[in-house]
């Protein structure tokens, strides 16, 4: 469970930069990319409210600051890096994720992919749904120098196809917060098995 669970019982949260200071540069840019996808998600969904609005956007120029105006990563960028984290992940406590996430999570549950990456690799092709995020997103794994991994999904069955769907389709309100309410009107079995494929 996460720190923002009403269920996860803590006296204190541990913040300290040091921990995270020599992640390989791609694990660094996966978790990264993580938090400032749960601003987007956040700050477009139809859940929004002021709480999730003001956590949202202070982690969100904080991911700007060191993924997009930065040159060179240093002892700071991990300072606001971690501060972007908490703030990211405050923002969804009542809010929700969206599109990414819902569609990652069914990723995770049959290949065992890591939540950073596995956002990262469906984010890439949400320009339907998060057209400027995607469009910053991309810059930012340009500019970083990240491979994002493509083509895995290419031999899938049929049957692991249907399984990531379930997973994914599961998740009502990920997708109720994307979408609003009627998503199940928008986005169908067919739909997300086409968004699958291009992964
Ligand atoms: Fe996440």
């Given amino acids: 469970m996460g720190m923002n669970s009403d269920f996860t019982p803590f006296d204190q949260i541990v913040l300290d930069p040091e921990l995270t200071a020599n992640v390989p540069k791609d694990q660094r840019f996966y978790t990264g990319m993580d938090c400032y996808i749960h601003c987007i998600e956040s700050l477009q969904g139809t859940f929004l409210n002021e709480f999730s609005k003001s956590y949202g956007e202070k982690a969100l120029q904080?991911?700007?600051?060191?993924?997009?105006?930065?040159n060179n990563w240093n002892n700071e960028c991990d300072d606001k890096l971690m501060m972007a984290s908490y703030a990211g992940g405050m923002s969804i406590a009542y809010s929700q994720v969206g599109v990414a996430h819902a569609v990652s999570y069914g990723l995770s549950y049959l290949l065992g992919t890591?939540?950073?990456?596995?956002?990262?690799?469906v984010f890439n092709h949400l320009e339907e749904y998060y057209p400027?995020?995607?469009?910053?997103?991309?810059?930012?794994?340009?500019k970083n120098g990240i491979t994002i991994p493509k083509n895995i999904c290419a031999c899938l069955t049929d049957e692991q196809f249907n399984k990531m769907i379930d997973v994914s389709l599961?998740?009502?309100?990920?997708?109720?917060?994307?979408?609003?309410?009627?998503?199940?009107?928008?986005?169908?079995?067919?739909?997300?098995?086409?968004?699958?494929?291009?992964?």
Avoid: T
């Fill in 132 to 142: 400027e995020g995607v469009k910053e997103f991309k810059k930012m794994v340009e």
């Fill in 170 to 199: 599961s998740m009502k309100p990920l997708w109720e917060n994307a979408l609003g309410k009627d998503w199940e009107q928008i986005m169908n079995r067919d739909r997300l098995r086409r968004l699958y494929e291009k992964l």
């Fill in 114 to 121: 890591k939540h950073g990456i596995g956002n990262c690799i």
């Fill in 62 to 70: 904080l991911c700007r600051e060191v993924f997009v105006e930065n």
